[in-house]
């Protein structure tokens, strides 16, 4: 079973639609939590930290239900810039990354 | 500060041939990774290193070797390349204590 489990998508929203990404995990002694950006061709940057109560960074919004093994990023109002691959990515003594799930906003 | 760099960003290479990928950070950074990327797999740590002059195995460690002997660089060799060898390479550091890794821009590699 995969560490890390994403949708691959792709999403293809419109401009200023909110769109959520899921991610499950496998191990329950999974540390911390992450969701990275990968544009086309690209590396990967952190985009956020995921926390057991939640956190939002502007139009960003990440939650971790531990309880299910379950991460989930919330993106409100939509913009084209957000096309990208969102990558969740958990540590257990080392980081695991999901395969990404990808993401086109259409104007 | 450049960050982390790879060299080369691509190269092709013969099946049975070798090579090194290099990868330098300017953070201090104790920590470096080597991944590579493959169409619907994700990102595989191939090995890694938490400190000039150790290096440790990650998940998919067969068929490469790594050296550190200088905390900035993390060397990635194939002694003799196979086809499924064609990836894009990622190396990646951080600070000890902190989460964030720090991407280089990457290696294409083609192995034919």
């Known amino acids: 079973r995969k560490e890390v489990e994403q949708d691959p998508g792709p999403f293809n929203v419109p401009e200023g639609a909110t769109v959520a990404f899921n991610c499950t995990y496998s191990?329950?002694?999974?540390?911390?939590f992450f969701w990275y950006r990968q544009d086309c061709r690209k590396e990967p940057k952190l985009l956020m930290s995921?926390?057991?109560s939640g956190n939002e960074d502007g139009r960003f919004t990440a939650q971790l239900n531990r309880a299910s093994q379950y991460i989930s990023l919330l993106i409100r109002d939509s913009k084209l810039s957000d096309s990208a691959t969102y990558l969740c990515?958990?540590?257990?003594?080392?980081?695991?990354f999901g395969t990404g799930t990808s993401l086109t906003v259409i104007p | 500060n450049a960050g982390v760099t790879q060299t080369p960003k691509f190269r092709v290479l013969k099946t049975g041939q070798s090579m090194t990928l290099l990868c330098a950070q300017d953070?201090?950074?104790?920590?470096m990774y080597w991944y590579r990327q493959d169409p619907g797999m994700g990102l595989r740590l191939i090995h890694y290193?938490?400190?000039?002059?150790?290096?440790a195995k990650g998940e998919v460690p067969d068929g490469y070797n790594v050296s550190r002997l200088k905390k900035q660089n993390f060397l990635l060799g194939l002694e003799s390349a196979a086809p499924s060898q064609t990836s894009v390479y990622f190396c990646?550091?951080?600070?000890?204590?902190?989460?964030?890794?720090?991407f280089g821009p990457g290696t294409r590699l083609t192995v034919l």
């Open positions: 191990n329950s002694a999974s540390q911390s």
């Open positions: 990646a550091s951080r600070r000890t204590g902190e989460d964030e890794q720090f």
């Open positions: 953070m201090n950074h104790e920590y």
């Open positions: 990515v958990v540590n257990r003594n080392q980081f695991y």
């Open positions: 995921v926390y057991s």
């Open positions: 290193s938490v400190g000039e002059g150790t290096t």
